[in-house]
């Protein structure tokens, strides 16, 4: 319990050590002190050992919800989809309610083209957490990948409703003003988005401009970030929306 404490409040070096330990300790409970040490290594910038140490959670027990979950985001993140639905989708057998796997799956969904599946996942997602903008934003982007404009729109009306300056659910929303035959009005919410984003020290390289840039062409690449369930409760999002260029 300490060494997840200590991870949660970013005292890493007292984590590991007080992770190693525990995993040393007691071989039956090895597999949740491991996967906290796959989080560790994750957010220290290893994610080599991050996916060597989910493997290593997994060898002493398969069913481990949260080191499936980790395991599958970390091959999402290396853009391995299909071993990253499996082991994601192995997370949400052993825990049906598990939020995270299913925003996770509906974003690999997504990203594979299949944009229905997606919509099942998030949808359920979204029922049982709805407090997250960038979930609701996701859902938005793959709702107009099935010309779902309407349901788009509502989706980016939550996110902003969840998180006002959430410039990926106001993005959207502009983008479904204008497919609903109202450019004008896309063009305020666009520009105000870049107006927000003024007297930054560095606009050329301040990511959140950069997103808004790209969001301008086209608000329909997006990665959510996930949370860190079962070990210490959420974290920082990493960048809570990745936007991919075009």
């Known amino acids: 319990a300490r060494g997840v404490a200590d991870l949660a409040a970013g005292k890493h070096e007292s984590a590991r050590d007080l992770l190693r330990l525990a995993a040393e300790a007691d071989p039956l409970r090895a ?23 989910a493997d290593e959670a997994l060898e002493r027990d398969p069913t481990d919800a949260f080191a499936l979950f980790q395991r599958g985001r970390l091959l999402g993140l290396q853009d391995d989809y299909e071993g990253a639905r ?12 598990f939020t995270d796997a299913l925003i996770a799956l509906g974003d690999v969904a997504f990203r594979l083209g299949r944009f229905d599946d997606a919509e099942r996942y998030l949808e359920r997602a979204v ?11 996701l859902r938005g982007l793959n709702l ?8 788009a729109r509502t989706s980016f009306e939550r996110g902003l ?9 106001a993005g959207g929303l502009a983008w479904c003003l204008y497919l609903e035959g109202d450019p004008g009005e896309a063009q305020i919410r666009l520009a105000a988005i870049v107006d927000s984003r003024r007297g930054v020290a560095d606009p050329e390289h301040d990511p959140d401009r ?6 301008e062409r086209d608000p329909r690449r997006r990665r959510p970030a996930p949370h860190y369930p079962g070990v210490g409760g959420p974290r920082e999002p990493v960048g809570r929306i990745v936007v991919h260029p075009a």
């Open 210 to 215: 950069a997103r808004g840039r790209r969001l």
């Open 86 to 97: 499996a082991a994601l989708s192995g997370a949400l057998e052993q825990e049906l309610d």
């Open 161 to 169: 409703e969840v998180q006002r300056d959430d410039s990926t659910s």
């Open 144 to 151: 107009l990948r099935l010309n779902r404009v309407g349901e």
């Open 127 to 137: 029922a049982l957490d709805g407090s997250r903008a960038e979930v609701h934003a």
């Open 31 to 53: 597999h949740k002190a491991l996967g906290a040490l796959s989080v560790l290594a994750e957010v220290t910038g290893n994610g080599e050992e991050a996916l060597r140490l």
